[in-house]
C-alpha cells in the first residue's frame, strides 16, 4: 500500500481502506458514526456537477462528504 493521503485526492472508482481521522470533536464523531473508521474500505464513487461533494461507498452506504472533511480522512490507497 501506498502512503497515507486524504480522501478527496482518491480518484473516481479506485478503493482504499481508511487509516486515520484527523477531525476533531463532534466533526471526528459525526465521521466515526458514518463508518471512516480505521480499517473500513471506501470508494469514491461521484463527483457533484460543481465538483463539491463528491459520494463515496462505505460500510454498504452511500455518503457525500465536501472536499474539506474529507481532505481530514487518511487513507492508504489500494491500487
Not at 473500513?40 to 474539506?68: C, N, Q, W
Request: charged residues 20%; proline residues 4%.
Amino acid at each position: 500500500m501506498n502512503a497515507n493521503i486524504s480522501l478527496n485526492t482518491l480518484p473516481l472508482g479506485k478503493k482504499a481502506v481508511v487509516s486515520d481521522l484527523t477531525a476533531v470533536g463532534t466533526e471526528r464523531r459525526r465521521m466515526l458514526d458514518l463508518g471512516l473508521v480505521r480499517g473500513a474500505s471506501v470508494e469514491a464513487l461521484h463527483k457533484s456537477p460543481t465538483g463539491d461533494p463528491t459520494a463515496y461507498f462505505i460500510m454498504g452506504a452511500v455518503i457525500a462528504l465536501r472536499g474539506e472533511d474529507a481532505q481530514k480522512v487518511l487513507i492508504q490507497d489500494l491500487s
